[in-house]
């Protein structure tokens, strides 16, 4: 676990001192990344109080801290560092996390996962030359991808064929655990839209 991600004695230092400024015993710092495998993926560092983190988190203790990773983020924090460079203002804690995203999907991804990657890397290329991105805006609980079209999918005439035909074949034929897809956009704002 420890070649994952590594986080320096500096950042150690700085974690260990923040945390010991929120006065709990146990605390530790939980390391997640959000919509990972994705161009929109971002690194996120929290505060973990003790019986906050997830049964699956993996527990990794370091010298000065303890640190939580979420287990569908560990694929993206290879190679990860968190480091802390001291400055005149006090300094700045940061991530580089090169794989974050980069698409690490296989069949054991969680459904969300697996939306994001075929939407990003098949369905929203395509959709581009007519300026258009569809966004995964969640998974319900009976395994439904909710959907919304941006850009200049947004109000196209063409868009339930598109949903029809080629983003709902493609997922379901996929992702053979979902249910459904469900499009949320308010195709009645034709602003942007490429067919009107």
Known sequence: M????????SA????????????V?????????????????????AYCRPGEEEPS??????EKITALIDKNSIAFLEEAVVD???DRMGGQLTIKAPNAKMPKVNADSPIEDRVNYILYSEINPGLAAHGG???????????????????GCQGCAAVDLTLKEGVEKT???????????RDVTDHTDTTNAYYR
């Open 2 to 9: 420890s070649e994952i991600i590594r986080i320096t004695d």
């Open 12 to 23: 150690q230092d700085y974690l260990a001192e923040l945390l010991e400024k929120q006065n």
């Open 25 to 45: 015993e146990g605390i530790a710092v939980r390391i997640f990344i959000t919509q990972p495998g994705t161009p929109y993926a971002e690194t996120c560092l």
């Open 57 to 62: 988190d993996e527990r990794l203790e370091l």
């Open 84 to 86: 802390f460079n001291a």
């Open 133 to 151: 991105e569809i966004k995964l805006v969640e998974l319900t609980a009976d395994q439904v991808a909710v959907l919304a079209f941006g850009g």
């Open 171 to 181: 997922l379901m034929e996929r992702i053979p655990e979902l249910a459904g897809i």
